[in-house]
């Protein structure tokens, strides 16, 4: 079983929608949640990150980390064409020095 | 300039050569990892280092070699290339610090090999 699940879509949205996006995982150590974001032959980019449970929002974009079901959530509210990306999930516990365990990603695009 | 600048862009190279890809930052970060990214399979940890005299194997080190030549510079080598190594690669930083800031990546290496 792999440490970090998530569905790779494709996802297709309408312009205006609000996207969920969401990823399971194993290993209860985890602490750290991050989401990047990756463009079409780019490298992928920080979106957020959140320590532990709870809710972290910016502008558009809302994190969720559920611990005790093992399930985290990127919410992008009145999605925008310049969303359409792949969006990756990461995690990390705090004793493995900054290695962080990805998701496959999922394809997201938002039809204008 | 890029904080991670990976070179080259693209490199399509011939079944048993040896290749090297290079990574160079001005972060300052102490920490740089070598992934590779293929479809399905997602980002998966080759190499990485916490600084220049500390190299460690990630989860498919098998067919690879780094170099970690300064602070700023971490190189990766594929000794004898086979196509199952056809992939995207990318070098990532991270800081060293208690509040974990996560990964800053390169535009990553597409590499090919026939």
């Known amino acids: 079983q792999k440490e970090v699940e998530q569905d790779p879509g494709p996802l297709s949205v309408p312009e205006g929608a609000i996207v969920s996006l969401n990823c399971t995982y194993s290993?209860?150590?985890?602490?750290?949640f991050m989401w990047y974001r990756q463009y079409s032959r780019k490298g992928p980019e920080l979106l957020m990150y959140?320590?532990?449970?709870g809710n972290k929002e910016d502008g558009r974009f809302t994190a969720q980390v559920d611990k005790s079901s093992k399930y985290i959530s990127l919410f992008i509210r009145d999605s925008q064409p310049s969303d359409s990306a792949t969006y990756l999930c990461?995690?990390?516990?705090?004793?493995?020095?900054?290695?962080?365990?990805f998701g496959t990603g999922t394809s997201l695009t938002v039809i204008p | 300039d890029a904080d991670v600048t990976q070179t080259p862009r693209n490199r399509i190279t011939k079944t048993g050569k040896r290749i090297m890809l290079e990574c160079s930052q001005t972060?300052?970060?102490?920490?740089m990892y070598w992934y590779r990214q293929d479809p399905g399979l997602g980002l998966r940890l080759i190499y990485y280092?916490?600084?220049?005299?500390?190299?460690n194997k990630g989860e498919i080190s098998d067919g690879y070699s780094v170099s970690r030549q300064a602070q700023a510079k971490f190189s990766l080598s594929l000794e004898s290339a086979i196509p199952n190594q056809t992939a995207l690669y990318f070098c990532?930083?991270?800081?060293?610090?208690?509040?974990?800031?996560?990964?800053?990546f390169g535009s990553g290496t597409r590499l090919t090999v026939v």
């Open positions: 290993n209860s150590a985890f602490q750290y």
């Open positions: 972060k300052g970060h102490d920490r």
């Open positions: 959140t320590y532990s449970s």
């Open positions: 990461a995690m990390s516990t705090l004793n493995t020095g900054n290695q962080f365990y």
């Open positions: 280092s916490f600084d220049v005299k500390d190299i």
């Open positions: 990532a930083t991270s800081d060293s610090g208690v509040n974990v800031h996560g990964y800053t």
